[in-house]
């Protein structure tokens, strides 16, 4: 009984003591976030997320009328991939992974089409209107070009409209045909158009196809191929038709499964089997 009994008392004692590991690592916790929020915050003071990107009088001009289409920084005026932070579409990739068949395709504009700097050089290109550049925004300094409208101007930048330019889904060739094709939606993963044709006829688009885009014709899936490189097109016949093109990541379905049956794994090994009766 004595031999239980110091048993007992020394598990208590265990218990005890990790109970009171576990406390003082939640108290230590404690002090240092009072620390750093309190003490230090004149030392450390936080910034809004204004105070890293901050919307210029010209970002907000294009905010407001950029619309479904894209634009093109030239200078420094705006860096590659910081559009996508205002909501913006733009024609240039900073990434050191970024496909090569998408900046060799802009190599006629580019300085550069390994350099992790994207950065155009030419201020006008049929480039733009195939990939639907419809605002420029160039150094303060710029002077207009043919087909360029000046629509904002300000101390920092200028920002020009392009005359011609065509929609993120569009039918090549005249347009006296007798097919028309409405844009409905245009998102970062969706873009939706209404297609009337008079005959079979080819979709294009300025969507780099990176085997992700899926096209639905009337909700259902539609073969589909590339075009103008390496962007994603279809065939369409005759008629009126809804038209979807959809992203989804390429293997995002089987590593969710795959996630989902991790999961499961772990949620059941954690499970404590039943004992068994002596």
């Known amino acids: 009984e004595g031999g239980a009994g110091e048993e007992g008392r ?11 590991r576990t406390r003082s690592l939640w108290i230590l916790s404690a002090v240092a976030a009072v620390e750093l929020l309190v003490l230090h915050r004149p030392a450390n003071p936080s910034l809004p ?8 009088p010209a970002i907000r001009f294009l ?47 580019s300085a550069s ?19 639907g550049v419809r605002y420029v925004l160039a150094p303060p300094k710029t ?20 005359q011609e330019v065509l929609s993120r889904l569009f039918l090549p060739g005249p347009a006296e045909t007798g097919s028309t094709l409405e844009i409905l939606a245009i998102e970062p993963a969706r873009v939706a158009a209404r297609a009337f044709l008079a005959e079979k006829r080819l979709l294009a688009s300025s969507v ?21 490189g390496p962007f994603a097109a279809a065939w369409l ?15 995002l379905l089987p590593g969710l499964a795959l996630a989902a049956a ?6 059941l090994k954690s499970i404590p089997l039943p004992r068994k009766k002596e």
Do not use: C
């Not at 020394?10 to 009171?20: I, L, V």
């Not at 990434?95 to 068949?101: D, I, L, Y």
């Open 10 to 20: 020394g598990g208590e004692g265990f218990g005890g003591r990790t109970a009171w």
């Open 49 to 56: 997320r204004e105070g890293f990107y901050p919307v210029t």
């Open 63 to 109: 905010q407001a009328n950029a619309g479904g289409f894209r634009i093109a920084g030239l200078g420094d005026r705006l860096l590659p991939n910081a559009a996508a932070v205002y909501g913006l579409a733009d024609i240039r990739i900073s990434n050191p992974f970024k496909p090569f068949s998408y900046v060799q395709t802009l190599a006629p504009v």
């Open 113 to 131: 089409v390994r350099s992790t700097d994207h950065r155009l050089v030419k201020a006008e290109h049929p480039l733009y209107r195939l990939l």
């Open 143 to 162: 002077k207009s070009t043919s087909g360029w409208r000046a629509v904002f101007r300000d101390p920092t930048a200028r920002v020009f409209e392009r």
């Open 208 to 228: 780099y196809q990176d085997g992700g885009w899926t096209l639905l014709l009337d909700g259902l899936p539609h073969p589909s191929i590339t075009a103008n």
């Open 237 to 251: 016949p005759a008629g009126e038709h809804r038209v979807d093109l959809l992203y989804r990541e390429p293997g």
């Open 262 to 267: 991790a999961m499961a794994g772990l949620v």
